[in-house]
C-alpha cells in the first residue's frame, strides 16, 4: 500500500501537466439567449460554433487542444452579464466573448478589468465582437478588451460620406433606440451631415426604449407625414424588423440606411419592399465577389439551413476566433496576458482582406463595405438572404484609412509575471 501511495504521488504532477495539456481551452459566451433578443444571441451560437468547428477540424490549437463554446444567458442585461462572468470565472474560463449591446459590454469590460486587477494570476480576455461604442477603445479603454468590429463612428463615416453623394437625399429622419448607441447614431448622423451636405434636412429624430415597443404604425406615420426620403437607423433585433415591418404595411416611401441591415428576420420582414431601399454598412456580406466569401456561405448553409433559415454574417466572430488562435500559437501559451500581448498589432487576412488590431486602443482596422439589398442577378448577388430571393449588393468599398478615427485611448499594461 505505501509502494501504491508513493507511486500515485510521483505519477500525479505528470498526470496533472498532461491533463492540462489536452484539456479544451473554453470560450464563454455572454449573450441574451433569453428575452426579446434572443434569436440574434442563439444567431451568435451559430456563428461561433461554426467557427470554433473549424479550428477544430484544422488541428486545434497548441499540438491538437481544442476550442470549446459555453453558453452563458447574460439577458442582454448589464447587471445579469455581470453575474454571468462572476459565474464564469468561478468555473475557471479565461476567455470571453459578447457583442449584442454597449452598454453590455461597458460593464462587462469594466468588471473584467477590476478582476485581474484583483487575481493577476486568474486573469481574463475579453473578446467584443461587435459591441460599437466608441468609448470602449477611447476613453474607457483597457488592455483585457478587443474589439474585432469597427466602432460606431468608423461606420458613421462611411455611411454619411456614401449618402453625401446621393443627390436624391435631402430629408432624413434619425431613428434610434435609447441607448449609448442610439445616442450615437443620432449625434453623428446630424454632425457628419451637417458639415458633408448643409442642405440635407433633418426632418425628425425619435429615440425608442430598447426592446420595449411594440407597435411601429404611429411611428411609421410619423415618419411619412415628416416628408422624410431617407431614414438613418441603428437599430438592431426586433426594433429594426419591427419598424421595417410597419414601414411596409403603410407603405412608407423612404430608403432605410440600417447600419444592422442584415440583422436577422430583416430580409424577411422586409422582402421585395426592400429592394434597392435598404441599405447597411458592413464589414462583410455574403455577396463580396471572392471565392473564400462563397465557400464560407456554402458551408454555413450546409450546417444550418434546414434547421435554421437564416444566413453569416458576422465576420468579426470568425476573425476573432481566427485571431485568437493565431496569438495562442504565437505565444505558445493559453495565458491571457500572453495572448493578450500577442493579439496587439497583430495583422490578419480574413477572405482575402487585411486588418490590423491597432495596438494603440485594441481596435481592429478593417475596410468597410455599402450594400444595397437587392434582387439575386446570378452575378453581384449570387447568394439571397433567408430564402428572400434577395441579397445585398457591394456599392461602394472604404479602405480604413479613409475612414478610420484617432484614439483617445491612455491604456495602462500589466506588469509581465
Not at 36 to 43: D, I, L, Q
Not at 269 to 298: K, T, Y
Not at 304 to 315: G, R
Not at 322 to 327: E, I
Request: with cysteine; aromatic share 10%; proline share 5%.
Amino acid at each position: 500500500m505505501r509502494f501504491f501511495i508513493a507511486l500515485v504521488a510521483l505519477l500525479l504532477p505528470t498526470l496533472t501537466f498532461s491533463s492540462e495539456k489536452s484539456s479544451p481551452i473554453r470560450i464563454g459566451l455572454i449573450e441574451e439567449l433569453s428575452g426579446p433578443f434572443s434569436a440574434v444571441g442563439h444567431w451568435t451560437v451559430r456563428h461561433l460554433q461554426i467557427a470554433i468547428d473549424g479550428i477544430n477540424q484544422r488541428g486545434g490549437v497548441l499540438g491538437g487542444r481544442k476550442l470549446e463554446l459555453v453558453k452563458i444567458d447574460g439577458k442582454g442585461d448589464p447587471k445579469d452579464a455581470v453575474l454571468a462572468l462572476h459565474q464564469a470565472t468561478d468555473n475557471g474560463l479565461r476567455f470571453i466573448t459578447q457583442g449584442s449591446g454597449s452598454a453590455v459590454a461597458s460593464a462587462l469590460s469594466a468588471a473584467i478589468d477590476k478582476h485581474n486587477t484583483r487575481n493577476p494570476h486568474r486573469s481574463v480576455l475579453f473578446l467584443n465582437y461587435m459591441a460599437g461604442d466608441p468609448a470602449l477603445t477611447n476613453e474607457r479603454c483597457n488592455f483585457w478588451h478587443f474589439r474585432f468590429e469597427a466602432h460606431l463612428e468608423v461606420k458613421m463615416r462611411a455611411f454619411t460620406q456614401y449618402i453625401a453623394g446621393l443627390h436624391d437625399v435631402k430629408a432624413v429622419y434619425l431613428f434610434n433606440q435609447d441607448y449609448s448607441w442610439g445616442h450615437g447614431v443620432a449625434r453623428m448622423g446630424r454632425q457628419m451631415l451637417a458639415s458633408l451636405r448643409p442642405d440635407i434636412r433633418i426632418v425628425g429624430d425619435d429615440l425608442i426604449p430598447l426592446g420595449k415597443v411594440k407597435d411601429f404604425a404611429p411611428y411609421a406615420a410619423k415618419i411619412k407625414a415628416s416628408g422624410a426620403d431617407s431614414v438613418i437607423t441603428g437599430n438592431w433585433g426586433n426594433d429594426l424588423n419591427l419598424l421595417l415591418k410597419a414601414g411596409k404595411s403603410s407603405d412608407l416611401p423612404v430608403k432605410y440606411y440600417a447600419i444592422f441591415g442584415h440583422e436577422l428576420g430583416a430580409p424577411t420582414v422586409i422582402g421585395a419592399a426592400g429592394s434597392e431601399r435598404l441599405v447597411q454598412v458592413s464589414p462583410w456580406h455574403a455577396n463580396l465577389p471572392r471565392p473564400e466569401v462563397g465557400a464560407f456561405v456554402r458551408d454555413y448553409w450546409r450546417r444550418y439551413k434546414a434547421s435554421h433559415n437564416d444566413d453569416p454574417y458576422y465576420a468579426s466572430i470568425r476573425i476573432a476566433m481566427d485571431m485568437l488562435t493565431k496569438a495562442i500559437e504565437q505565444s505558445k501559451s493559453d495565458d491571457p496576458l500572453a495572448v493578450a500581448n500577442a493579439l496587439r498589432g497583430m495583422r490578419h487576412v480574413d477572405h482575402g482582406e487585411s486588418v490590423w488590431m491597432r495596438p494603440d486602443d485594441h481596435q481592429l482596422v478593417q475596410p468597410l463595405y455599402i450594400s444595397t439589398f437587392a434582387p439575386v442577378d446570378g452575378e453581384k448577388v449570387k447568394f439571397d438572404l433567408e430564402g428572400t430571393g434577395y441579397g445585398f449588393r457591394t456599392e461602394q468599398r472604404f479602405n480604413a484609412a479613409d475612414i478610420m478615427t484617432p484614439t483617445t485611448c491612455r491604456m495602462s499594461l500589466p506588469e509581465a509575471r
